[in-house]
Nanobody, 116 residues
Framework: QVQLVESGGGLVQAGGSLRLSCAAS????????LGWYRQAPGKQRALVAT???????NYEHSVKGRFTISRDYAKNTVYLQMNSLKPEDTAVYYC??????????WGPGTQVTVSS
């Protein structure tokens, strides 16, 4: 019953950067896939980036080259570094963790607003 809490969201101008953090209540060593998702106004939650226990990463095409997902096992934390932000990136960002064969656990989300 791991719990996740995001932080680092805020208001930033287009072209700026933000670093989101997701702190887990327990070790993330057993988590097979860690990910970031976002939900923009009027849209459904969509995948942004994932990282597997083996270190493989995958990114949604619109963020590729701008966002970087990483994790720190010692700190039980997963990060999303967001550079060259665009107004279209405005959304509530959620972190997620899943073990093979188990339901995904979600954090409560953090708001990211990018002004033009």
């Amino acid at each position: 019953q791991v719990q996740l809490v995001e932080s680092g969201g805020g208001l930033v101008q287009a072209g700026g950067s933000l670093r989101l953090s997701c702190a887990a209540s327990e070790s993330i060593l057993s988590i097979n896939v860690l990910g970031w998702y976002r939900q923009a106004p009027g849209k459904q939650r969509a995948l942004v980036a994932t990282i597997t226990s083996g270190g493989n990463t995958n990114y949604e095409h619109s963020v590729k080259g701008r966002f970087t997902i990483s994790r720190d096992y010692a700190k039980n934390t997963v990060y999303l570094q967001m550079n060259s932000l665009k107004p279209e990136d405005t959304a509530v960002y959620y972190c997620a963790a899943t073990r093979t064969g188990s339901d995904t656990v979600w954090g409560p989300g953090t708001q990211v607003t990018v002004s033009s």
